[in-house]
């Protein structure tokens, strides 16, 4: 199973920035469809942004659209969620999932490895 790592996460005030990373050591990322999903206290998880297999193509849920960004390292081996502009609407524990071709997409039922969780706390 592929074991995935996150990091990134902390405190920080409306408006601020946080870079969240996703690695899987040992394994090259560009394999996967790599998905962000989120979970803030009391609601379920909810998906934010994916990036397909390879790297050719993003999408991002409208509440996020315009301030946060899917990107991949050049070793391949990292995939990084940039937010910008953040609000307290975005506290959360953020996830990010890998999904094995041909599966990609929003729902998480198509991502089969998971990384433990970070803590992305908004707030003055």
């Known amino acids: 199973q592929l074991q995935l790592v996150e990091s990134g996460g902390g405190l920080v005030q409306p408006g601020g920035s946080l870079r969240l990373s996703c690695a899987a050591s040992?394994?090259?990322?560009?394999?996967?469809?790599i998905g962000w999903f989120r979970q803030a206290p009391g609601k379920e998880r909810d998906w934010v942004s994916y990036?397909?297999?390879?790297?050719?193509?993003?999408d991002y849920a409208d509440s996020v659209k315009g301030r946060f960004t899917i990107s991949t390292d050049n070793t391949k081996k990292l995939v990084y969620l940039q937010m910008d502009s953040l609000k307290r609407e975005d506290t959360a524990v953020y996830y990010c999932?890998?999904?094995?071709?041909?599966?990609?997409?929003?729902?998480?039922?198509?991502?089969?490895?998971w990384g433990q969780g970070t803590q992305v706390t908004v707030s003055t």
């Open positions: 990036r397909t297999r390879g790297g050719g193509s993003t």
């Open positions: 999932a890998a999904a094995s071709w041909p599966f990609c997409g929003r729902d998480q039922q198509l991502f089969r490895s």
């Open positions: 040992g394994s090259f990322l560009d394999s996967y469809c």
